[in-house]
């Protein structure tokens, strides 16, 4: 019986940078992966912390070559189209001073396949398998049970498993972690898909380049997203609750065409050839939280153990931000760094959380504060803003931000309004009110 010092469930980014840091620590992982490369994936739009993460894997050439469209950042258009406004990419350069920087927008087709190309390049090892269920000795994960293409079963041993699954959730769907709940957001649906003969900005200053993601805020939880994936194609989404979608008694492809109509003339004016490029997919109920996603022998990373409202693309972000995370300790867990008792990557979890946190309050504002979220990104905090943007979310840098600190005080004046909401409707009074 060979046991895998790591086992990678997911080849998608956040599986395969993973597992380019494990062997940049002597660390030979096994990526689990059911689907072939390339496949279709939305999440297109990258963040500059993501750019300097690649870049500094060496896979920078190899991104370039695909001549994906370079973004500097993303214009925010509000509803129907007024009070737009400008967010660009900076990072920190060696002086500490905020400077302009570039990422890509990303066909995930071809992205995910390079990425998972390079982690077999330099060492990883591959089986093309369905995950079925995870071995669990005691209170251990050990392994995982998986199916071949031929419908034969096998039993693969690790010393570690990594769940890189993304929204399958794997681990938590087969009750290893804690908890799944969902998140703020979780009654929305997102339509989207591809369109060519679109109409792009072509200005010489940067928020006019033309591969920029646009954004269009309507209304609370009613937005859509523009986004440059290559010189021909854009990806397009609409997303609103799931009860407007139901009370519109349409097909999602023609709700998808009739809000990219009609959603905001600042949209629709970009669409002149609705001709769908792909067939118009769907993401329901998308936003979720797992708990104690970390155990003895496992580790959930990215989207895995949460998924927030998408709006600032910070999905990719995640699972390779927390690989690396998640490979250093790995790293000194099989070198007896770290306690085997217990759980002994209990601290990642809220490093993870962290993160997470930062970029639920700055959405949560989005939402809950519109103007106030404006004010704050544009004006008064801007560059503390910029820098929660960029990536810079962890660790001290996340802590001390006073943006990140205004967007807390704000979202905690709308939690307490929500709690006191709740403790007035399950007072006995307002009980009986109700079922009277």
């Known amino acids: 019986m060979k046991k895998h010092p790591v086992i990678i469930l997911g080849g998608g ?53 695909q001549r994906y469209p370079i973004k500097h950042g993303a214009v925010f258009y509000g509803p129907e ?10 990072r920190r350069n060696e002086q500490n001073v905020q ?5 890509w927008n990303v066909m995930r087709s071809t992205f995910d396949k390079l990425l998972f190309d390079a982690a077999l390049e330099r060492g990883a090892q591959w089986i093309k398998a369905r995950a079925l269920a995870p071995l669990v000795k005691d209170d251990a994960v050990i392994g995982l049970k998986i199916e071949t293409p031929d419908g034969a079963t096998d039993n693969l041993y690790s010393e570690v498993l990594i769940d890189a699954s993304g929204c399958a959730t794997f681990l938590a769907n087969h009750k290893v972690t804690g908890r799944k709940v969902p998140g703020s957001s979780d009654k929305q649906i997102a339509l989207f898909s591809q369109f060519a003969n679109t109409i792009r900005d072509n200005g010489s200053e940067l928020h006019e380049q033309p591969g920029n993601t646009l954004l269009y805020y309507q209304a609370k939880y009613y937005w859509a997203w523009f986004i440059p994936v290559s010189e021909e194609l854009t990806s397009v989404g609409v997303v609103f609750t799931s009860d407007y979608f139901k009370k519109a008694r ?8 009739h809000e990219c109509r009609h959603m905001t003339p600042v949209l629709s004016k ?14 329901p109920n998308f936003s ?26 910070y999905g990719v972000y995640f699972g390779i931000q927390e690989g690396l995370f998640a490979a250093d300790a790995v790293a000194q867990f099989l070198s007896g760094e770290r306690n085997a008792n217990g759980n002994p990557f209990a601290d990642l979890e809220p490093l993870f959380e962290e993160g997470s946190d930062v970029v639920e309050d700055v959405v949560g504002v989005l939402w809950e504060y519109p ?19 960029s990536g810079l979310i962890y ?27 709740q403790q007035r409707d399950h007072e006995p009074g307002n009980i009986e009110l109700a079922v009277a």
């Not at 349409?250 to 709700?255: D, L, N």
């Not at 979720?288 to 693309?313: E, S």
């Not at 660790?395 to 006191?420: D, F, H, P, Y």
């Open 270 to 283: 970009r669409l002149p050839d609705l001709t769908l490029q792909e067939p118009v997919s769907a993401i």
């Open 13 to 65: 980014p956040a599986g395969s940078v993973t597992a380019m840091h494990l062997l940049q620590r002597g660390i030979t992982p096994l990526i689990v992966e059911r689907h072939d490369h390339p496949r279709y994936h939305v999440g297109e739009s990258l963040t500059g912390a993501t750019a300097v993460t690649l870049k500094e894997l060496g896979l920078g050439p190899a991104i370039e070559a």
């Open 395 to 421: 660790g001290e840098c996340g802590r001390n931000n006073v943006a990140r600190i205004a967007l807390r005080k704000l979202m905690a004046t709308k939690e307490a309004e929500r709690a006191a909401l």
């Open 81 to 90: 189209g007024k009070n737009d406004f400008w967010v660009g990419l900076v």
């Open 250 to 257: 349409m097909t999602k492809e023609q709700m998808f065409l």
């Open 99 to 103: 400077v302009p920087t570039s990422t």
């Open 371 to 389: 103007l106030a979220f404006q004010r704050i990104v544009t004006w008064r905090d801007k560059e503390p803003s910029l820098d929660l943007l």
């Open 288 to 313: 979720y939280q797992v708990y104690n996603y970390t155990g003895k022998g496992f580790i959930c990373i990215g989207d895995a153990h949460r998924f927030i409202d998408p709006i600032f693309a």
